[in-house]
């Protein structure tokens, strides 16, 4: 097989996998406007965006996390375990801050295997490390120590719940969803959405916070 049609390949699966996810993320959120409660005083709105149960000022809160991203990645290069390829992310810091070290994702998709990672960050950048994705793909053991170890649970109606098992120390993470492929082949595109914890970030706007009387706001 040629470069050429491996490229060719690689291109008409990355076109694939992103409309599967626009549409099929779309369409979601449209018909599933569907609310989910997650705590007795939390319950999630719909399903626009992914969302994340927090502590800010010792009051429990639901964020939404807003800027889901793809990045793909050419085939051929993954087979040069010398060669270092990161995916860049502009600024050290994400928009979408969290204050908790266990937060809880919640993802309205079921086409996706996610995966929590710690970003590196460098010359007003943040970056994504590509052998850590290679590892993913392959469904070999997550060693690199960016990896965060968590669970994932399946909520009913699409819905998805990532947690950690353990504290997450403050920094800048990244969701990584990795599409779910016929078995044999993998995905040229990640799909991730960035965040960060720090303790002492600013609140989002349009965070959810659980009323003095036990209800969300």
């Not at 705590?39 to 809160?61: G, H, M, Y």
């Not at 909520?155 to 993470?173: L, N, Q, T, V």
């Not at 595109?189 to 720090?198: K, N, R, T």
Request: proline content about 5%; hydrophobic content about 40%; charged content about 20%.
């Amino acid at each position: 097989m040629t470069k050429t049609l491996v490229e060719r390949q690689s291109i008409s699966l990355t076109i694939f996998v992103c409309l599967v996810f626009l549409l099929g993320f779309g369409s979601r959120t449209v018909a599933a406007q569907s609310e989910l409660q997650v705590e007795p005083a939390l319950k999630i709105p719909n399903a626009e965006t992914p969302w994340a149960v927090d502590i800010f000022e010792n009051q429990r809160q639901l964020v939404p996390l807003h800027n889901f991203n793809h990045s793909t990645l050419p085939v051929d290069k993954y087979t040069d375990a010398n060669t270092k390829h990161t995916t860049e992310l502009d600024g050290l810091n994400s928009r979408n801050q969290l204050h908790f070290d266990r937060p809880v994702l919640y993802v309205n998709h079921g086409l996706y295997d996610f995966f929590i990672s710690r970003v590196g960050q460098k010359s007003e950048k943040r970056f994504i490390d590509q052998p850590a994705l290679t590892q993913l793909r392959e469904s070999a053991e997550r060693t690199a120590e960016s990896f965060v170890e968590t669970k994932t649970t399946a909520m009913g109606d699409g819905w998805m719940r990532i947690e950690p098992i353990a504290s997450m120390p403050e920094g800048e993470y990244v969701l990584l969803a990795i599409p779910k492929v016929k078995k044999g082949t993998y995905s040229t595109v990640v799909v991730w959405l960035d965040f960060g914890i720090h303790a002492n970030a600013p609140n989002a706007k349009d965070a959810i916070q659980v009323t003095s009387q036990g209800k969300g706001n």
